[in-house]
């Protein structure tokens, strides 16, 4: 199996770079993430109907407890890690062709990374939407609500259910941003899994899509995941310790503009 030194030089000799990240590179952020021996849902199964669309939307009950879970979320206060800040040397470097993220906490944005180059396939939690006109609004103002008494706040413009804007089970993922993320996935020379499981469809399935196309895959997470197989490079490590190696430039390297010799 190759070495960190082997993807390193990929790195250094790819030209564009598609890199899937997960919970994982969140965690050293703060954020648990959800199915690990740590995980939200592992520790707590139930607190899995607060992401169930039909739980959400049928008791009020769920609604009231995941609101009262938001005002307690690490996700608005957490910081980025040396990990996201690593993908913003890889666009720096003019490298970074797209981010793909099964998270909804926004850190790549935060820490700087161009948000037209983010791809969020399960949405942000950083915006709310009302179910029935379809109304979207900074989550803050919902949240400021809830300190206020409000238990279950419905949309002030229409009286509708409020909810999260990120995809709950049950709902549908926005063709537009799957549709991007595949096109990304396969125009891609070189494929970085950071922090998935690669368990959770159809996220995971760019890596087979990158991989059948010819791009290098490597794989970055602290345990196996269901696509190693298919990897040219399979890293165990701290994610915010090794991608930072990884992605670090020569220091003879020119910088390139964002996006240069990105289609």
């Known amino acids: 199996m190759s070495s960190e030194t082997d993807v390193k030089s990929w790195i250094d000799q790819a030209r564009q770079v598609v890199v899937l990240t997960g919970a994982g590179i969140s965690t050293d952020s703060g954020i648990a993430d959800f199915r690990g021996p740590q995980g939200i849902w592992t520790k707590n199964p139930g607190a899995e109907k607060k992401a169930d669309i039909r739980y959400w939307m049928s008791d009020p009950e769920v609604r009231k407890a995941g609101w009262?879970?938001?005002?307690?979320?690490?996700?608005?206060?957490?910081?980025?890690?040396?990990?996201?800040?690593?993908?913003?040397?890889?666009e720096r470097r003019g490298k970074l062709l797209a981010i793909v993220t099964q998270n909804v906490d926004g850190l790549h944005q935060k820490a700087g990374s161009d948000p037209s180059l983010v791809l969020e396939v399960h949405g942000t939690a950083h915006r709310v939407r009302c179910m029935a006109c379809g109304e979207n609004a900074p989550i803050e103002r919902a949240l400021d609500r809830v300190r206020a008494g409000e238990e279950d706040p419905p949309c002030r413009s229409c009286g509708g259910i409020l909810k999260t804007?990120?995809?709950?089970?049950?709902?549908?993922?926005?063709p537009d941003v799957i549709d991007a993320a595949q096109r990304a996935a396969l125009?891609?020379?070189?494929?970085?899994?950071?922090?998935?499981?690669?368990?959770?469809?159809?996220?995971?399935?760019?890596?087979?899509?990158?991989?059948?196309?010819?791009?290098?895959?490597?794989?970055?997470?602290?345990?196996?995941?269901?696509?190693?197989?298919?990897?040219?490079?399979?890293?165990?490590?701290?994610?915010?310790?090794?991608?930072?190696?990884?992605?670090?430039?020569?220091?003879?390297?020119?910088?390139?503009?964002?996006?240069?010799?990105?289609?």
């Not at 879970?69 to 890889?90: D, I, K, Y």
């Open 165 to 174: 804007a990120t995809i709950s089970f049950g709902q549908s993922l926005d």
């Open 187 to 263: 125009a891609g020379d070189l494929m970085l899994a950071v922090g998935s499981t690669l368990g959770v469809y159809p996220a995971a399935g760019l890596v087979p899509l990158a991989a059948q196309a010819g791009a290098k895959v490597v794989i970055i997470n602290d345990a196996p995941t269901e696509l190693d197989r298919l990897a040219d490079a399979v890293i165990r490590a701290s994610i915010s310790e090794v991608l930072p190696r990884l992605v670090t430039s020569d220091p003879d390297e020119p910088p390139r503009p964002p996006g240069a010799d990105l289609v």
């Open 68 to 90: 009262r879970t938001r005002l307690e979320s690490p996700v608005f206060a957490a910081e980025p890690n040396a990990g996201h800040r690593a993908l913003v040397e890889l």
